[in-house]
């Protein structure tokens, strides 16, 4: 397809375009495209996690399984409606941002040559780092009385998560996670390929902390890692008492601010240290 050239229009923000010329499409052709990579990533990703960690899991960890009690059908088939929905919103977000990055007003870049291969991994981790924070942050407005029934509440419709509840948003809160792109897509040079390697991390993530088993040992939490990293039992708990356990990757937000809920360690333990069921 032949590619046209698109002038940054004048008065363009300090953060221009930093190299290359994005796809030839337009907003819709977007969309679509963007919504598409992210159904296939989160059907992959979370469809693996939940057949490994729930349907497996069930036979040979059940002893790990946070809450014990199974699903609810009604829940997990919510749970895939509004993901659905979720990957629409992503879509147009990215579009905007895609959009945006035509006229010079992103640090979107195309030539994957144009900062070499380190800044490439390290943009990766700092958006992974901006995006822990950015979610503890959000996740916290959202708890607050004004917009929780509006925005949060059907995420915790899910007080027993499974994986497919990764993406289970209203609209205005698929926005808000959605925000993440356009956020570092102008504090950034960023690849897209970048950006689409911390949304497969991000969305790994995301199914270990819905899928409702701990895949971690007993002794993680008195080690310096426990400290920094969070749990598949740090969100699930999150999910049943919903004013605690706010982070996502690190616990760093959650331990600075005494957010993590006091019961926290003790359910970890308590987890842990069931025995494994005779055959």
């Known amino acids: 397809m032949r590619q046209r050239s ?3 229009v004048a008065g363009a923000c300090a953060c221009g375009q930093a190299g290359g010329v994005p796809p030839d499409l337009d907003f819709l ?3 679509v495209v963007i919504a598409l990579i992210d159904a296939v990533r989160y059907l992959l990703v979370v469809g693996i996690g939940y057949l490994l960690l729930d349907r497996r899991g069930r ?12 699903a609810v059908t009604a829940d997990v088939r919510r749970e895939l409606l509004c993901s659905a929905r979720t990957v629409l919103v992503f879509g147009l977000v990215g579009a905007c941002v895609f959009t945006a990055s035509r006229h010079g007003y992103t640090r979107l870049y195309f030539d994957v040559h144009r900062h070499g291969a380190a ?6 981790l700092l958006t992974i780092l901006i995006h822990d924070s950015y979610f503890y942050w959000t996740h916290r407005l959202m708890h607050t009385r004004l917009l929780f029934k509006a925005v949060h509440s059907l995420h915790h419709r899910s007080t027993n998560p499974t994986a497919w509840a990764a993406y289970s948003f209203s609209v205005p809160e698929a926005l808000i996670q959605a925000g993440i792109f356009p956020l570092v897509a102008c504090v950034l040079p960023i690849h897209p390929f970048a950006f689409a390697t911390f949304m497969l991390f991000q969305i790994a993530e995301n199914t270990l902390g819905h899928a409702g088993y701990e895949i971690f040992p007993r002794w993680l939490l008195r080690t ?12 699930v708990q999150h999910h049943q008492v919903f004013d605690a356990n706010f982070g996502i990757y690190f616990n760093v937000w959650d331990r600075l601010l005494g957010t993590n809920h006091p ?5 970890f333990e308590e987890v ?3 025995p494994r069921p005779s055959a």
């Open 6 to 8: 698109v002038r940054p």
């Open 29 to 31: 052709q977007y969309a």
């Open 59 to 70: 036979r040979t960890r059940p002893h790990r399984k946070i809450e014990p009690r199974p």
């Open 119 to 124: 800044w490439f991994l390290a943009s990766v």
């Open 224 to 235: 310096p890692l426990g400290a920094l990293t969070n749990t598949p039992t740090h969100h």
């Open 263 to 267: 019961d926290y360690a003790r359910r």
């Open 272 to 274: 842990t240290a069931r």
